[in-house]
């Protein structure tokens, strides 16, 4: 595992079901996520729906709020979450959530801890100093808290029919996070990721486009999701490593409704990555800020295939 554990795509349930039937009062899943990194997380989650401000009208007659928690699992993390979904109409959905977990480190992977270079040269050094991660296990918390409006449409819901499900949904949300022990500016990583967080604020939009078959027995959605994470920091020297650039990934992924309890999304995703030169390239070997931004920005670069098995439990 070179850079994250992490596999979760929330977007694929919500559009399933804006083309579904109304869903239970309650329901709990078991969820297992690998990819090719390799990586795997095991989420086991509860919901529960109730009916707020329902209508008469195509609009309004599934509003709902939807409140989902969460314990998640991987070889280096333990999170709790909790979401709560309000739907006051059929196309809007307002969004609140908040996670906390910590972690530990191993061979294959940091799960928590404070990213420094190897050495204390001003920043930015040259040659460029090597990422160390300086942390124990459970040594602090992290936390996180976001709200989030996504904006969601069915064509068949104007055009009935069976084979008119053309899906649109679009998500934004705005994050803050923090890990408890790591001071303002300084850098920190969760579940093996790029290793450049900070305690602060992040923008988070996704975009999806999909076309839902009811009447195939298995495979039942196809789509295609380009997803953007953005840090919203104004660290010293930024401009310099390109701290103003944001993430992208292009996700396209498969449902295959296997019965009607089991349901597998299979995904194949390419992302962006700074273009620091030679350095960094799909890894995180270098302490990035001392790596100065290259001509055009970004690149982009092959980034996982990646498997979701969710079984409903009742």
Partial sequence: MKRRIAMIFLIA??????????????????EIQL????AAKLVLSQSFTIPFLQGSSPLTRGNNINTVFSAEFSPVSVNGITEINWTPAAFFVLSGGGLAGSGWNMPLGYGIGINRPDRDDPAPADPPRRS??????????????????????????????????????????????????????ESWVFENDFRENENGWRYRASYVIGYYMPRFPVFNLVAFMAELDKPLYSTRGGNF??????????????????????????????????????????????????????????????????????????
């Avoid at 349930?13 to 078991?30: G, K, L, R, V, Y």
């Avoid at 990819?35 to 390799?38: A, G, K, L």
């Avoid at 960094?280 to 295939?305: C, M, V």
Wanted: aromatic content about 16%; proline content about 3%.
């Fill in 35 to 38: 990819s090719s990194e390799p």
């Fill in 132 to 185: 160390q991660v300086d942390g124990n296990a459970f040594d602090g918390l992290i936390w996180k808290a976001w709200g989030a409006g996504t904006l969601q449409f069915d064509l068949g819901a104007v055009l009935p029919g069976d084979w008119n499900h053309v899906l649109f949904q679009t998500r934004h949300e705005f994050r803050y996070a923090a890990y408890t022990r790591a001071r303002a500016g």
């Fill in 241 to 314: 490593w390109g701290q103003h650039l944001g993430y992208w990934i292009f996700s396209c992924f498969f449902n295959f409704s296997i019965t009607p309890r089991l349901n597998t999304i299979l995904a194949v995703q390419m992302h962006t990555r700074r273009n620091h030169g030679d350095y960094n390239l799909n890894s995180t070997d270098y302490f990035y800020r001392d790596l100065e931004l290259q001509s055009g920005g970004r690149r982009l670069l092959f980034h996982r295939a990646a498997l979701i098995i969710n079984y409903r439990l009742r």
């Fill in 13 to 30: 349930f919500p559009i399933m079901a804006a083309a579904a039937e109304d869903d239970p009062a309650s329901s709990a899943h078991i």
